[in-house]
């Protein structure tokens, strides 16, 4: 899956030398996706990068149940709680209450290990492709010109 940063800004890091370099609020996002697993019971996290102004992520929904409705949460439940906790954790510690995230979010379903390896390269090798990528706002500004 995808999500990004509102207004697709570069509020997360710098691509340096085809390497992701965090700003505080991308340090924050990627603390807070770590956590996940300890707050959603059923969730399983594999590859996952944050880029300048979106990440990338493989969830696994293992299908575990727990809490008081005991079903497993949904990936809506995952993403929509990862986004009201990155962005509390931002405020609480950066003093910024800007909106930090874009509306909903891209998803890919895995079906096979075929794929899952393609995704799975796809995420690892994002910074090398940054320059052409089409979330990159300076090559949206290089192809109008």
């Known amino acids: 899956m995808t999500i990004c940063s509102h207004a697709r800004r570069c509020v997360f890091g710098e691509i340096i030398d085809e390497t992701v370099h965090l700003h505080p609020t991308g340090h924050i996002v990627q603390a807070v996706w770590r956590n996940l697993p300890n707050h959603f019971t059923g969730v399983a996290l594999d590859e ?18 727990a809490g008081a409705m005991n079903r497993a949460p949904t990936l809506g439940e995952v993403i929509r709680g990862f986004k009201a906790r990155s962005s509390v954790e931002r405020r609480k510690s950066l003093g910024d209450n800007a909106v930090l995230w874009q509306r909903n979010y891209f998803e890919h379903v895995v079906r096979n290990d075929a794929d899952l390896s393609r995704v799975r390269e796809y995420i690892a090798d994002n910074p090398r492709r940054w320059a052409e990528d089409e979330e990159n706002p300076q090559r949206v500004q290089q192809a109008t010109r």
């Open 48 to 65: 996952f990068i944050v880029m300048p102004n979106h990440i990338h992520a493989i969830v696994v929904l293992t299908g575990e149940r």
